[in-house]
């Protein structure tokens, strides 16, 4: 196992051009399992989770190349029904090949995910659309097997206690694409990946009204064809390094990602002080004066996004004042706290708040990476503190940013891998 090293304190300098969306790329390289034509898909990133879907989609059968950034998906015969425990319990969205199996076998059987640290993750709104549509399931030994006679058009409502569901949506529009007659979603998670893959659907010639919006119409198809498609830019690296670079009082231009996706951490920080300058596909951020503390709520899109809180957390543990964290969509996502006190932060947990007691510098320290963002969230710490910062467990890290070291020194930050 490795683990990073960052000499921090130095403001960062340059352009850093943003990859594509981890979180299009997982469904829409599911969807390939609806049609046996060939299809190019390019702009993925190359990640820890990106290769376990190519993975998960040999493992049922297809043919998947995966060349720079652009994987060719294509059919060698009959496809298995059976997502194996070993691949989806190692990353959770590998759950949305349940609607596309249904949908082209009519019937699958996939391994329940796991909790992870920032929840406990449940399915029931996933399995609650799919029987809207004529699916009919079964638990057995940690896995779900579903199966249908065949799938029907009908309303389904995906509002869950914490809002709208992204992968839930996917899994239920996928399957609806390939049901008999028209599929109404209410409550449909409106995040730019869903609309990504409903890009993408319609590209093999599904039929879909209202994508980004919380009202999805399907009206059913009995084919789809292949398709050639590219991924849109990644929002939350964007918005990471965004929040590097406020952190690190850096002057840095970002390129190749969408200004109005981000917009919700655009506000927040516009209110904190921070200036920005923004044309088609850049973006330029300039700090050089303190922030003011500035405090957030995250929600569904459009709303702040939960997989910026820890980011934004650490910005503000290093603001002077009050500000207070709050997570809707993930009431538990705080394990960052710990490690970003370990660095001489002062935030207190109190429920589903994070209450930020914002002090001028952090310290670097030995800290342990627990999810994805909150290993984000570390980074950002490190480069912005004084002295040395040693991140354990950084393969958290190596699952959503591709070249994020490479990115990194090239705006002038020195951090280094190191064997652990
Ligand atoms: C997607 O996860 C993202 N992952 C997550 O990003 C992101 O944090 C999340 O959406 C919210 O934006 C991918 O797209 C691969 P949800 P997903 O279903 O779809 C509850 C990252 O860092 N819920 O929208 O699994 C759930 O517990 C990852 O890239 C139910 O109650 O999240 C949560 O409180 C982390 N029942 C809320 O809804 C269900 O059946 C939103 O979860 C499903 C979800």
Request: glycine share 10%.
């Amino acid at each position: 196992m490795d683990k990073l090293v960052i000499e921090g304190g130095g403001p960062l300098l340059g352009e850093v051009r943003i990859s594509g969306s981890k979180n299009a790329t997982l469904p829409i390289l599911a969807a390939t399992l609806m049609t046996d034509e060939p299809c190019t898909i390019r702009n993925v990133p190359r990640l820890r989770d990106t290769m376990t879907m190519i993975k998960l989609l040999k493992s049922l059968g297809k043919t998947v190349e995966f060349n720079e950034n652009e994987v060719r998906v294509s059919s060698k015969g009959s496809l298995n029904y059976l997502a194996d425990y070993k691949l989806v319990s190692t990353m959770r969205g590998s759950f949305c090949v349940l609607g596309p199996l249904l949908a082209k076998l009519k019937r699958a059987k996939v391994s329940l995910p796991g909790g992870c640290v920032i929840g406990i993750r449940p399915v029931d709104l996933h399995l609650k659309g799919l029987k809207n549509l004529g699916a009919k399931f079964e638990f057995e030994a940690g896995y779900v097997m579903g199966k249908t006679n065949s799938l029907k058009g009908n309303y389904v409502y995906l509002g869950g206690d914490f809002g709208s569901s992204v992968l839930a949506t996917a899994n239920v529009m996928m399957a609806a694409v390939l049901a008999r007659g028209e599929t109404i979603i209410d409550s449909a998670a409106c995040e730019p990946e869903v609309e990504a893959l409903a890009d993408f659907l319609m590209a093999m010639g599904a039929k879909i009204k209202g994508k980004g919006t919380s009202r999805i119409t399907v009206n059913g198809v009995k084919k789809l064809h292949g398709a050639n498609f590219s991924i849109c830019s990644d929002r939350i690296e964007a918005g990471t390094f965004v929040l590097l670079a406020a952190a690190t009082k850096s002057n840095i231009t970002l390129t190749g990602l969408d200004y109005t996706h981000i917009l919700a951490l655009i506000d927040k920080l516009q209110e904190a002080g921070l200036k920005f300058q923004h044309a088609d596909g850049w973006l330029k951020v300039k700090c050089q004066r303190n922030l003011k503390p500035t405090s957030i709520t995250t929600y569904p899109y459009p709303g702040f996004p939960t997989d910026l809180q820890a980011q934004f957390t650490t910005l503000m543990a290093m603001t002077p004042g009050v500000s207070i964290i709050t997570d809707k969509v993930f009431p538990d996502r705080f394990m960052h706290i710990a490690e970003l006190n370990r660095m001489g932060a002062n935030i207190r947990r109190d429920g589903n708040s994070a209450i930020i007691q914002g002090i001028k510098t952090l310290y670097g320290a030995p800290v342990m990476a627990s999810d994805l963002r909150a290993s984000a969230a570390l980074v950002i710490a490190g480069l912005a503190a004084k002295g040395k910062t040693e991140i354990h467990r950084i393969y958290h890290l190596e699952r959503g940013y591709e070249n994020l070291e490479e990115k990194l020194v090239k705006l002038g930050a020195k951090i280094y891998r190191e064997k652990e």
